[in-house]
């Protein structure tokens, strides 16, 4: 695919790996890159700096009415990436278990599934390509954030489904699964970080070698996915001594 004449939706584009996406494709050159974002004023300074390429738009992924604007506004969008989530830690000791769990299926798997079964018509004129961050835990639990891989697992089902129904149609789902990235987001989850530009590379990286489907973007996701492949259990006993080490900690 040829970036420099691509147009693309990022939605959580104002930090972390949104952001690193964005500035990503500004410098393959992209032609146009929307950001996604739930106040116009986050990215203000941001577009300012290129306002011939970032467009901000409106996009708080939970609201009807702004994924409605979205898919009336970015009609010429060829690449889309649901990239917003949220994250709470939580286990089965907390209070707050099951109203995390509702919030995080709300921002991390309904709200892609929405942008997905909307945009798909667009995609497919397009000939474009539909990116989903899930997340390496939505292959493996870690029982700290017992909530927060449901939401991901459920993504992943999701993106199966797309690649089943759209990749006939011409457009190319791709699935992206990060290990723990140095984000506002895993501010307290006490492991090595890899920095949001990774993310952006390797699906830049892959979006360009136009086959790699399944993008995992750092070690930890790597080598996790690789383990988790061969031994599911061996897999599942590490991330619960993970969980055990961080306790203790």
């Known amino acids: 695919m040829d970036i420099k004449n691509s147009v693309i939706l990022i939605t959580g584009a104002n930090r972390g790996i949104g952001k690193a996406y964005a500035e990503a494709f500004l410098k393959e050159g992209a032609k146009k890159i929307y950001l996604g974002v739930r106040n116009s004023d986050s990215v203000k300074e941001f577009v300012a700096e290129n306002p011939d390429v970032l467009v901000p738009l409106k996009f708080d992924v939970t609201n009807h009415e702004d994924l409605q604007n979205a898919t009336q506004v970015a009609q010429d969008v060829n690449i889309l990436i649901n990239n917003a989530g949220i994250l709470f830690f939580d286990d089965f000791s907390s209070s707050d278990l099951q109203e ?24 497919k004129k ?11 835990v939505g292959h493996v639990t870690m029982p700290a954030i017992n909530s927060y891989c ?4 459920a993504v992943q ?39 949001p530009s990774a ?10 070698d136009g086959t790699t489907e399944d993008v ?30 961080d306790e203790a900690a």
Not at 126 to 136: A, D, E, K
Not at 150 to 153: E, M
Not at 173 to 180: A, H, L, R, T
């Open 100 to 123: 995390n769990a509702r919030k995080q299926m709300e921002v991390n798997y309904f709200a892609p599934l929405a942008i997905t079964q909307k945009f798909a018509p667009i995609l």
């Open 126 to 136: 397009n000939g474009g390509v539909l990116i989903t961050v899930s997340s390496i």
């Open 150 to 153: 449901a939401s991901k697992y």
């Open 157 to 195: 089902s999701m993106i199966l489904a797309a690649r089943a129904q759209f990749k006939p149609q011409g457009v190319r789902v791709m699935g992206v699964y990060p290990g723990p990235i140095d984000t506002d987001m895993a501010t307290d989850l006490p492991m090595e970080k890899f920095p």
């Open 199 to 208: 993310v952006a590379e390797q699906t830049l990286k892959a979006i360009k």
């Open 216 to 245: 995992f973007t750092d070690a930890f996701s790597q080598e996790t996915y690789a383990a988790f492949r061969q031994d599911p259990k061996a897999v599942e006993e590490r991330m619960l001594m993970l969980d055990a080490a």
